[in-house]
């Protein structure tokens, strides 16, 4: 079977480096089911050859369990990691607060793939006029339930109605998408003229991907199906009319990515001992704002 086009960037400069299995997060859920992993030789983008999206992929790869997140129990460590969550959430507010200029009036957000709604739910009514967009039949019956204004299926299919959007924020979400490139430009048509895209995407640049390859944390088979670099980020970009505005490395998020990335690794003895130092520098995921160009 051929390979793929890249989705980015169209070319068929493409290398095979390595085969993944069905995995979500740390977990192995079945390694007798791989998947291609190949790289964009051009612009560096990951995916994974011939993987068939339709209704039988969602419901079997999107069960409800997965919406129900990855519990580590109800002692300290989950403590901590509720702390670090809400830490998190108070910083991306943050950065929305400052790059958008909105002296009067609510700011208008999109939050594509919404989940269930944490999110949108931690945002002020008082301050945001919040939308969500979620193509989950599970995840989008939560946020009704919750009373958030969510549209449901995907994005690029979705008529706003010539609404437009002061922000659309996608976390972790562009990776799980087919057409990186057709979910841009439909961003591009939603969002207002000063608007603000803000994404966040795991990062094949980093040492987690370049030492645990199919065990990486976020490699997240056969959901992820594109993977990137910033190098992929700018092409995708500059393909879809927006420009990089600024980047963060949020180490905090997801804290023991990395952990779980090595642990098949024999650098796993070097970097455990010093995991915080490893960790802060690894850039195990990549936050880019964006306007239009």
Known sequence: MSITKCKICSSDNIEKVFKSFNTHGKHIIDMQERFQVCRCKDCSLVFLDSVVVNSEYYSKYYQESYYRGDKVGSGPMQLFLNVLSRFS?????KVILKTVDRKKGKISILDVGCGTGGFLESLKDSRFDKYGC??????????????????RGDVCDVDFKGRKFDVVTLWHVLEHTENPKKVFSKIWEILSDDGVLIFQVPNTDSLGFRIGKEYWFHMDSPRHLNLFSTKSVKKLCSLTGFKIIDVKYEFYDFPLDLFWSVRKSKFKFFIYPFYLIFKAFSREHVTFICKKK
Not at 89 to 93: A, G, H, Q, S
Not at 134 to 151: A, H, M, P, R
């Open 89 to 93: 959430t108070n910083r991306k507010k």
């Open 134 to 151: 979620e193509v989950s039949k599970d995840g989008f019956e939560v946020c009704i339930s919750k009373g958030l204004n969510v549209y």
